[in-house]
Structure formats: structure tokens, C-alpha cells
């Protein structure tokens, strides 16, 4: 599967995320479901990725997000 290559302004500056379009779609649900834009939640997950790559940051941000989603739902169905 090709990565997709999207642009995004982060403070100012432009930047692009390359990312397999499973990760878009997930991207787009996780933000719809916070109730923001999917540059708003680029924007969060760049202000708190360190060192890390930003397409890296977003795919282990989507990984920790759908985990802790799938946590909850497990507890409550337990």
C-alpha cells in the first residue's frame, strides 16, 4: 500500500505527512469523534511528538488512541 502525501500549516510553516490511507481514515474518525479538524488534531500530535518523525508521531498517536478506545470498551463489556 502507497503512502498519500497531504499538506498541512503548523505555526506557520507548511508541512506534509505521508501516511497509507487506513491511518487517513483512522485520522479523520479520531478527530470527527473529538470534535475537531484533522489539522487541529496534526497540529496537537506535532506540539507533543519530540524528536520523532511527524507521520510517525501520528500513526503511534492513532495506535494509542484506538488502544485506549478498545481498553474501555473491553472493561465495560467485561
Known amino acids: 500500500m502507497k503512502p498519500l502525501k497531504r499538506s498541512f500549516t503548523i505555526a506557520g510553516h507548511s508541512t506534509s505527512i505521508s501516511l497509507e490511507e487506513p491511518f487517513w481514515?483512522?485520522?479523520?474518525?479520531?478527530?470527527?469523534?473529538?470534535?475537531?479538524?484533522?489539522a487541529a488534531l496534526v497540529?496537537?500530535?506535532?506540539?507533543?511528538?519530540?524528536?520523532?518523525?511527524?507521520?510517525s508521531a501520528v500513526r503511534v498517536w492513532l495506535l494509542e488512541?484506538?488502544?485506549s478506545r478498545g481498553r474501555g470498551v473491553l472493561e465495560e463489556g467485561s
Open 25 to 38: 481514515e483512522a485520522l479523520k474518525e479520531a478527530a470527527a469523534e473529538r470534535g475537531q479538524p484533522v
Open 43 to 55: 497540529q496537537e500530535i506535532d506540539a507533543k511528538r519530540g524528536s520523532m518523525g511527524l507521520s
Open 65 to 67: 488512541y484506538y488502544r
